[in-house]
């Protein structure tokens, strides 16, 4: 699992850059605004016709807000956060928690069910283990051991009615670091929407959630070799159908010990970061999945991610594995439109 809404950036990060604005050949502009929030940079583009600077203005400031909010509540790292109280209470008692939570929390249990515990938000004890930011070598398989006791979707008990959340060991702990920056992606877009605005992008730390088109061309993005440094992707596509991308790499966060890399996606069942993948770009309808799905894919592989995909099109991936072997789901076409090297 990884862990993203980590506050550890510079306090003097956390300012809104002014507005900008630039045009097109079809005399459309383009507002874009930035703010670090949700431990990592939170980037709104926009497409609006004449000069609709006031309208952006608004529109932008209104959805960084709700992102605020959102990560007021969905933070495991704020103290005050009903996600912070809820650990602090694990086998203790339920706490009331905000619709937010009870959103995302359903979503996650439904993820975790579906990829066996791939995807599981009471992951925080073993990355907390982990912490590969940090650590030189491997924990000890004691402490790894130990802290797996803890991890177990299972034992969440969720009230959608009372609107509490339980977790039902004491000692356990969980994190929407993999899940809840697609979510505020998804609820920024919506704002988004309210004034009018309906092509855009939402860059969550890389993460992305795209709709529309940028006038008569499509948002385009791609793919890097992740042992290169080189910037030309290794797939490039325009993006035809509204959806969150989200991308999970071992290049991402890792040490390395006697010649290991230690990454910082962790397969549950072992302890250990997962092996065999290099990346794994997930598409879905629901920005929120995407995040959730690009976690679980790298750790399940290829043939259990086309499995789920086969069961859900509103997914689809491009994998790369420790063999530069790609591959992708049937259904990739629908999401995307690779863009051909010349």
């Known amino acids: 699992m990884r862990n993203c809404l980590n506050h550890t950036l510079p306090f003097l990060l956390l300012s809104l850059t ?6 097109t050949d079809s005399g459309l502009r383009i507002y874009e605004q930035e703010k670090v929030m949700m431990g990592t940079v939170m980037k709104i583009k926009a497409v609006a016709e004449g000069d609709a600077e006031e309208k952006a203005k608004e529109a932008f400031d209104t959805a960084f807000r709700e ?8 933070s495991e790292w704020q103290p005050a956060s009903p996600v912070s109280e ?3 209470q694990a086998g203790v008692g339920s706490v009331g928690v905000p619709q937010s939570v009870i959103t995302v929390t359903k979503k996650a249990l439904e993820i975790a069910r579906i990829t066996e515990g ?8 073993i990355g907390r283990l982990w912490n590969v930011k940090e650590r030189t070598s491997p924990p000890p398989l004691d402490s790894i051991r130990k802290v797996l006791t803890l991890i177990d979707y299972k034992q969440i008990e969720l009230d959608t ?8 060991k004491k000692g356990m702990e969980i994190g929407f670091g993999g899940i809840a920056k697609g979510y505020a992606a998804l609820r920024a877009g919506e704002v988004l929407e309210r004034y009018g605005i309906d092509n855009y992008i939402i860059n969550a730390g890389g993460d992305l959630y795209v709709k529309g088109k940028k006038g008569e061309r499509q948002w385009t993005s791609g793919i890097k070799n992740p042992d290169t440094k080189q910037k030309t992707p290794l797939i490039a596509f325009g993006v035809i159908k509204a959806c969150g991308i989200a991308t999970s790499g071992d290049y991402e966060s890792y040490f390395v010990h006697e010649g290991i890399r230690y990454h910082h996606i962790i397969d549950l069942k072992t302890g250990y970061p997962a092996r065999g993948i290099k990346s794994v770009t997930v598409f879905s309808e629901d920005p929120a999945k995407a995040d959730a799905y690009a976690t679980a894919f790298f750790i399940l592989g290829h043939e259990n991610a086309l499995h789920i995909v086969e069961q859900d099109p509103s997914l689809a991936f491009i994998l790369i594995d420790a063999k530069d072997g790609i591959f992708k789901s049937p ?3 629908e999401f995307i439109e690779e863009i051909r090297k010349k």
Do not use: H, Y
């Open 18 to 23: 002014l507005l900008s604005c630039s045009g």
């Open 67 to 74: 992102i605020a909010e959102l990560e007021s509540e969905l």
């Open 86 to 88: 809820v650990n602090r």
């Open 118 to 125: 791939a995807f599981d938000v009471t992951f925080k004890p």
């Open 161 to 168: 009615l009372q609107k509490t959340l339980f977790l039902k």
């Open 331 to 333: 259904n990739i076409s």
